[in-house]
């Protein structure tokens, strides 16, 4: 099914490179905006708040073992290399996984996907090939923006709870964690949303002409798609265990 | 000439593991400048008659051939330069005014320039009765009968020589509903369309015909001009053309229905 979905994707994106200024573009900015602006505040406040959980937990127990000048470590390597990417991936495929898959499901209950097949639009160049360019472009965007956030609530936690300076956070942070895992972050939440968006647009285009399988289609799009996000980032966790650390 | 062939139909579908056959044997042919209604009961398959014209589901069995060439081809390729469609619903894209949802298809086509391409949907607009200034609503802020207008004028947009029409007065209040068959009428003479009608709509079929097709015991058991249809002898066609509903649009029949 993925495979069949890829190789929808690669044909569609070959057309778009091929014929650029006839491509789909008013689609791919409008899906930035929705999936990736509209995001931004959701996912910093999410961000922030677990930012703040993990500095408090992790600066308990480092104090038992008088650990605590390694709390800057932990909270860059955990937030930056897993749980920035992993946390903006999640909301944003139960949020716009939810949204795209809801959106292409209506159309076939209105029978907007038949009007498309009768005028012979491609529902793979005009629905499927924006999302996925959109999310592949906007989740490391919104990674990068939810690590940032996290980081800024386990610096303001670190101060708080250990008497951690801020300027110190800032300064060891770079040295404590190697930029390397800030690009395996990038190029994992570019998978991620490439993932979410095929998976949104595969569970729409399958609604049936009625309510109910719309509802059952938009929560199997976003049970599925947390599944495999998290499947996908454990997968790159064994692949790239010797990165960054 | 014929338009559209339908021969040895036959249609079925599975839900829930049971197989309900739709069609069976359905023949049926259209001729050129014809007005088809399409009448039968809920569930008789009219609906998916038309999608199987316009190539969007495939007969287990049987042919359908539309301006000389396979249903399902047309599907494949996008018929909209030979078949118009107008959905139930209109079927509009809600994230386009009226004005790009008229000039989609010919967008897509890429053969025109983008200025003759906003003067055609202008055009196409005036002739189904839009006002200009309702060119940049959206679909959300249309009226029911503006929705039909809007979706008449995107399914003639190619001008195609092919009209097909899926409950077109549905959901329509009874002065909408008049307007709208006036114009289908003078659209129908005027661009010598072809066209093909499902409806329930007495009204409407009376008003608008020129021959009726019913669909009962799953195949068509008459396919006749409107007069010789009211008097076919079967319970399908006595229940619905000369019960109370019936009698009420016969008046209509008796004083202006052309051709009968």
């Not at chain 1, 470590?73 to 903006?88: F, H, S, T, W």
């Not at chain 1, 005009?126 to 959109?134: D, H, I």
Request: hydrophobic share 50%; glycine share 10%; charged share 15%.
């Amino acid at each position: 099914m993925l495979l069949v979905l890829l190789g929808g994707l690669l044909f569609n994106f070959v057309a778009f490179v091929t014929r650029p200024l006839r491509g789909p573009w008013r689609e791919i900015s409008a899906q930035v905006f929705r999936t990736g602006a509209q995001a931004l505040g959701i996912t910093a406040l999410v961000g922030f708040l677990i930012g703040i959980v993990l500095s408090y937990l992790s600066a308990q127990q480092l104090a038992v073992f008088g650990a605590g000048q390694f709390i800057v470590k932990l909270l860059g390597v955990a937030i930056v290399r897993e749980l920035g990417p992993v946390l903006a991936a999640i909301l944003v495929a139960g949020r716009s996984g939810s949204s795209i898959t809801a959106q292409i499901g209506v159309m076939r209950v209105t029978e907007e996907l038949d009007a498309m097949r009768v005028m012979g639009i491609r529902k793979g160049y005009r629905l499927v090939l924006p999302r996925a360019l959109a999310l592949a472009l906007v989740m490391p965007l919104l990674a990068a923006w939810t690590t940032a956030a996290a980081l800024l609530g386990g610096m303001l936690a670190s101060d708080l709870s250990m008497g951690l300076s801020p300027e110190y956070f800032l300064v060891a942070l770079p040295k404590a964690v190697q930029l390397s895992n800030l690009w395996l972050a990038m190029g994992k939440s570019m998978v991620f949303g490439l993932l979410i968006a095929l998976n949104a647009c595969h569970f729409g285009l399958r609604v049936l002409p009625n309510t109910q399988s719309l509802g059952e289609g938009t929560t199997a799009s976003v049970v599925t798609s947390i599944t495999m996000v998290i499947l996908v980032d454990a997968l790159f966790a064994v692949l790239f265990k010797g990165v960054g650390i | 000439m014929s338009v559209v062939v339908i021969h040895g139909l036959r249609s079925a579908f599975t839900t829930r593991g049971v197989r309900a056959t739709i069609h069976k044997d359905l023949n049926l042919s259209i001729a050129q400048g014809e007005f088809l209604s399409i009448v039968g009961g809920s569930g008789s398959g009219k609906t998916v008659l038309l999608r199987q014209i316009l190539g969007l589901e495939t007969p287990i069995k049987g042919t359908v051939t539309v301006l000389g060439e396979p249903a399902a081809v047309l599907g494949r390729a996008g018929a909209a330069s030979r078949v118009g469609m107008l959905f139930q619903h209109g079927a509009l894209f809600s994230a386009f005014t009226v004005l790009e949802n008229i000039a989609f298809p010919l967008r897509e086509l890429g053969t025109l320039p983008r200025a003759l391409i906003h003067d055609v949907a202008m055009v196409k607009m005036q002739m189904v009765g839009l006002d200009p200034s309702a060119a940049h609503k959206m679909p959300a802020d249309l009226s029911g009968g503006m929705v039909k207008r809007v979706a008449l004028a995107r399914a003639l947009v190619m001008d195609p020589p092919l009209l097909l029409l899926d409950e077109p007065t549905a959901g329509l209040d009874p002065d909408a509903s008049d307007a709208f068959c006036t114009l289908l009428r003078s659209l129908h003479q005027e661009l010598r369309l072809t066209v093909v009608m499902v409806t329930h709509d007495l009204d409407t079929i009376f008003e608008l015909s020129t021959r009726i097709a019913v669909v009962a015991d799953k195949h068509v058991i008459v396919d006749a001009p409107p007069r010789e249809v009211i008097d076919f002898d079967h319970p399908f066609v006595r229940d619905f053309f000369r019960g109370e509903r019936g009698h009420r649009a016969m008046e209509v029949l008796h004083s202006q229905v052309p051709g009968v």
